[in-house]
Each structure stands twice: as C-alpha cells, then as structure tokens.
T-cell receptor, first 114, second 112 residues
Framework: DTAVSQTPKYLVTQMGNDKSIKCEQN?????MYWYKQDSKKFLKIMFS???????INETVPNRFSPKSPDKAHLNLHINSLELGDSAVYFC?????????????FGPGTRLTVL | RKEVEQDPGPFNVPEGATVAFNCTYS??????FFWYRQDCRKEPKLLMS???SGNEDGRFTAQLNRASQYISLLIRDSKLSDSATYLC?????????????FGQGTTLQVKP
C-alpha cells in the first residue's frame, strides 16, 4: 500500500563518505522531487524530474547527484559528505497537469553526518 | 526577505478553541497556494488548496488576499489531533513547474 517509499529511513555516516538514498513511488505519477529539511525545519526543493528528465535543479552543491532510472524511481547520491548535509531528505511525487502541486511525500531519510 | 513567511509559534490553545495562522509571500506572480500539515517526525501532507474566493473543508477555512499577498488558515473547534506544524506553501512562479516554496511552518499544540 506504500505510496512513496524511501530507503534507508536512517543513515549515520562519517564525513567524507559517499552515500545513496533511494525513492520509489507506486502512484503512477510522472514527476518526482527531492527536498531537504534542515534543523530549522525549512523544507527546500533540491531537484525535480519529469519522466526521467531533470526539470528543477536548485543551487545545490554538485556533490549531490540525482538519478532517475524510470519515472517511478528517483535516487539521490551524495559524495564527500559534510557535516552540513545532516538533515531529513524527503522524496515526493506528483502528476503533471492540474494536480501538479499536490505532492505526495515519502517518510523521509534522516541523515546524520559525524 | 523570505519568500514565504510564517509566525513559527508555537500556538498553545485549549481544545475547542478557534485558532488562525497567517502567512505572507513575496512573489506576486505566484498562482497556487496551499496549506500542508506536518506531524512531528513525519512527512508533510497536503491539507488543502487555497482558492481566491476562500474555501472551507470541515473545520478548516483558508483565505487568500492577492493584493496583500497574504494567506490564512482558520481552524475551528480545535481537536487534540490537530496538533502539528502547518506549512504555508506557494508555487514559485506563474508557470506550473511544481516548484513549491514552503514556509517555516507554524506549530500548533492543542491541550486538553
């Protein structure tokens, strides 16, 4: 029944490591997003893909690289992790068109960089 | 100036109270407005869209004032289960890209 799922739920790692977070949606949506929610609770968009095409790319360090193998999956790879990368990362999806802005979020991945 | 500004609260109210949250946005070209709800350590979920004429969904009423670039959410007869953070959300521009800008959120705590 899971609509938008992310793995892992928690990720604790050392500075300098490379890690990936995976996201999958079974809602039949064609657009997926990555958001970062920092310690002050601001939720900011990082990337968006529509049918595997990158359509939103905010000012994010190029250590962050999204990959969309198909429209149901959007993964996030982070190289050379830094302390400031510690945050909750949410994946979301929506359908282009009338309900483009109704986004369904995954449960989040809580990343802690030590 | 933040693109979407909200009073972070917290708002502590007794059950049954009426509470109102306000939000202002800076981009006059924004066309779509929403309230999302986020429970503690959970993901945000869409509560309701906000339409120009104002709209109501049960105990929740949303209003939009485009001239003042101001959005509000009124909750009547508060329940314990309404305790959460309410996020004011605006789309980035007049083009429909799905790029949403979230406010910091207003925390509501409903007490028995």
């Amino acid at each position: 029944d899971t609509a938008v799922s992310q793995t892992p739920k928690y990720l604790v790692t050392q500075m300098g490591n490379d890690k990936s977070i995976k996201c999958e949606q079974n809602l039949g949506h064609d657009t997926m997003y990555w958001y970062k929610q920092d310690s002050k609770k601001f939720l900011k968009i990082m990337f968006s893909y529509n049918n595997k095409e990158l359509i939103i790319n905010e000012t994010v360090p190029n250590r962050f690289s999204p990959k969309s193998p198909d429209k149901a999956h959007l993964n996030l790879h982070i190289n050379s992790l830094e302390l400031g990368d510690s945050a909750v990362y949410f994946c979301a999806s929506s359908m282009r068109g009338q309900n483009y802005n109704e986004q369904f979020f995954g449960p989040g991945t809580r990343l802690t960089v030590l | 100036r933040k693109e979407v500004e909200q009073d972070p609260g917290p708002f502590n109210v007794p059950e049954g109270a009426t509470v109102a949250f306000n939000c202002t946005y800076s981009n006059s070209a924004s066309q779509s407005f929403f309230w999302y709800r986020q429970d503690c350590r959970k993901e945000p979920k869409l509560l309701m869209s906000v339409y120009s004429s104002g709209n109501e969904d049960g105990r929740f009423t949303a209003q939009l004032n485009r001239a003042s670039q101001y959005i509000s959410l009124l909750i009547r007869d508060s329940k314990l289960s309404d305790s959460a953070t309410y996020l004011c959300v605006v789309n980035k521009s007049s083009s429909n890209t799905g790029k949403l800008i979230f406010g910091q959120g207003t925390t509501l705590q409903v007490k028995p």
